[in-house]
């Protein structure tokens, strides 16, 4: 795809509001100064996900991911960075320079993950186009979703088509636009059979699944046909970019209302979902058809702690979902369960009702998971004694798996008054369950803690032989390293050097050098100057790649009279600079005013000690190499008796070495004592 020009792309990153953007992923709530959620990218319990409005910037703590709004939209939603932008560009109305579509030649440069994500999204215009222009596609698929009652603004909004009934229509068009057919059948639009390539879905109506920032992930096919040997719905195939079981059909239209009323309505089906968004309930989605899994349950916990879950009035499927009930309880949520009148179900209720009326009945009949679970299960298993104490056990084991004891204290005593039974007995069950699941969890954080220990110890075998792998940075206290930018311990003086380049790389510094008569004097330049000048007289680089490409970056600006900023990095493609400058930008240890104010105390900054902390950390570093270089020359050095020719230059070039380290560090001890 074409460039984005560099200055539309400042415009981007200036209308981006990474609190809005993110808002629309995780359930953001103040903190301070900064935002906190639940990180999307891992399970986690105890919100370590921050977002800073005022920086633009966001960090997990659980993972390390950080930068900017376009770093997270590649992280969250595997945007290449074009997309990324573009997707901001549309979101928040910037005009980007005409852009072709892609051509054959780049979309083979293009990953496959881009690849997919191009097709199906080809496929979905396809679709759409196909109802709305073609004979076939008016008189089947769009008749169809308008006798369901679907109105046509709603029809629009979720995208819905139809794929021909011809054998290949879809195929042929696909390759005649350039894309591939190895593609086509990996995200299931196409399959071939003795050599025959076909539609998959050909004939039925097309409801895209969609990403929670709307990219098309996958279809849903209902077929039209009578035929019970035909079966109702095809849904695509699992593939690099759609995994069912992390997905929940309409979330991406539903989670700012799921935000706004703090729950989620979740059903079994696509017009499930449709309807009952088109009748005003809008904070809705589903599992598609498919049993809900621990994945879809944390995805509804990023917006919202409440789901109720509405059922139509099969047993049997009421009955198998009961696991579903279970999960939503281990992961900590509220769940109320709703059961619609017989023969209804959430899209024939919603045409028939008005929102008030929805509302109403929702409200009037919404039951707890132990009224619910007892009323269905009473209903079947009758006054059998067994089978009675076994329902008991079921439900004290639902209990058992609420991970918060307030709430479990709540139900233990609803369970008795339920079933007569004596609330002692309802507490020994639930003990006895809990222990068991906290002997499983023990366990397996056993096996994980073995795991880590062995890796651990790997990981200090290959640095025993580092005589720096364990000395502190001189300024390390002020700006620890909190994740693994750099390849091992003994490169922190190269974290340490780039940190302070790119933060105060602005700023003045004066230092200390010797005139044309050998005289002291002071002279003032720039801390990005004089780290780059040292580095360069020298000839030293960063073994660290990512830190490689920023000295270049701030070398190449500093022959143009340009210093840069950190604001700069955050908007580049290379997403390792932008986590790198993300990290440091978030290690700022904010001193309590009270120091200044209440204690009058003044607590001078690292951008107070310039004139120290630089020229440090720029010998440190030098040192560290030479240190380094001292310690590959120990080990190449032949054995007592086995000295040759080139010992001789080892041991010239080692004592070279020392002389520069004496001197080296009696620059830093100047530097120091200053």
Not at 85 to 103: C, F, H, M, N, S
Not at 300 to 305: D, E, G, I, L
Not at 420 to 428: A, F, G, M, N
Not at 506 to 522: C, D, F, R, V, W
Request: glycine share 4%.
């Amino acid at each position: 795809m074409a460039m984005i020009p560099p200055h539309i792309v400042d415009d981007i990153m200036q209308a981006s509001r990474i609190e809005e953007v993110i808002g629309e992923f995780v359930n953001l709530k103040r903190a301070g100064s900064n935002l906190k959620g639940l990180s999307p990218f891992t399970d986690e319990k105890t919100p370590s996900f921050v977002v800073s409005p005022a920086k633009q910037i966001f960090k997990c703590f659980s993972t390390g991911k950080g930068g900017t709004v376009v770093t997270f939209l590649m992280e969250k939603e595997h945007f290449s960075y074009p997309e990324a932008l573009r997707w901001l560009a549309d979101k928040y109305g910037v005009q980007i320079p005409e852009d072709k579509p892609p051509t054959p030649e780049e979309l083979e440069a293009i990953s496959e993950r881009e690849s997919l994500h191009i097709i199906n999204e080809f496929a979905q215009k396809h679709f759409v186009e196909t109802m709305h222009d073609t004979d076939e596609g008016k008189t089947i698929g769009l008749s169809y979703f308008v006798e369901r009652g679907f109105r046509p603004e709603i029809i629009e909004k979720f995208q819905l088509g139809f794929c021909s009934n011809k054998s290949d229509a879809f195929t042929k068009a696909a390759l005649d636009k350039g894309y591939k057919q190895e593609y086509l059948e990996k995200v299931g639009l196409t399959k071939t059979k003795d050599e025959r390539s076909f539609d998959f879905f050909r004939g039925r109506v097309m409801f895209p699944i969609h990403s929670v920032s709307g990219r098309v992930l996958g279809f849903g096919g209902r077929t039209l046909k009578n035929d019970k040997k035909v079966a109702k719905y095809f849904n695509s195939p699992e593939s690099l970019i759609y995994n069912k079981s992390q997905i929940l059909y309409g979330l991406y239209f539903a989670k700012g209302d799921i935000i706004k009323y703090d729950n989620c309505y979740l059903c079994e089906g696509y017009t499930d979902v449709i309807s009952m968004y088109q009748a005003g309930i809008q904070n809705v989605v589903s599992s598609s058809g498919t049993s809900l899994t621990r994945e879809q349950i944390r995805l509804v916990k990023r917006y919202t702690n409440n789901i109720t879950i509405l059922y139509d009035g099969d047993a049997a499927g009421i009955k198998a979902s009961f696991r579903g009930i279970d999960l939503i309880l281990e992961e900590g949520l509220n769940v109320k369960v709703v059961l619609f009148p017989d023969g209804e179900d959430p899209d024939s209720f919603a045409k028939t009702h008005s929102t008030t009326e929805i509302e109403d009945y929702i409200k009037s009949h919404q039951q707890d998971f132990i009224s619910f679970k007892a009323d269905i299960l009473l209903e079947s298993e009758g006054d059998d004694p067994i089978r009675r104490a076994q329902l008991i056990k079921d439900i004290a084991h639902s209990v058992s798996l609420i991970p918060d004891q307030i709430t479990r204290n709540v139900f233990i005593p609803e369970v008795a008054k339920r079933f007569e039974i004596s609330e002692d007995v309802i507490w020994s069950e639930v003990a006895k369950d809990r222990q068991d699941n906290l002997e499983k969890t023990q366990q397996e954080s056993l096996r994980k803690k073995r795991n880590e220990a062995r890796q651990q110890q790997q990981q200090t075998e290959a640095s025993a032989d580092d005589p720096y792998a364990h000395e502190p940075s001189p300024f390390e206290s002020e700006a620890p390293i909190k994740e693994v930018v750099v390849e091992d311990k003994k490169d922190h003086y190269e974290y340490d050097l780039m940190r302070i380049l790119v933060k105060y790389g602005t700023l003045a510094l004066t230092i200390e050098q010797l005139n044309e008569h050998g005289e002291s004097e002071k002279v003032e330049t720039s801390v990005a100057e004089f780290v780059c000048h040292e580095l360069n007289v020298d000839e030293l680089t960063f073994d660290t790649p990512v830190f490689n490409r920023m000295h270049k970056v701030i070398a190449d600006s500093l022959i143009e009279n340009v210093f840069l900023k950190p604001t700069v990095f955050l908007r580049m493609e290379d997403q390792d600079i932008v986590k790198f400058v993300t990290q440091i930008e978030l290690e700022d240890i904010q001193l309590s005013p009270n120091w200044e104010v209440k204690h009058k105390i003044l607590t001078p900054s690292e951008k107070d000690k310039i004139n120290i902390a630089a020229p440090t950390s720029t010998f440190t570093f030098k040192l560290s190499k030479v240190m380094k270089r001292i310690n590959e020359i120990r080990k190449e050095l032949p054995a007592p008796g086995q000295e040759d020719e080139q010992t001789m230059d080892l041991l010239a070039e080692q004592a070279n070495l020392e002389r520069v380290k004496i001197f080296i560090s009696n620059r830093l001890d100047r530097v120091n004592t200053h």
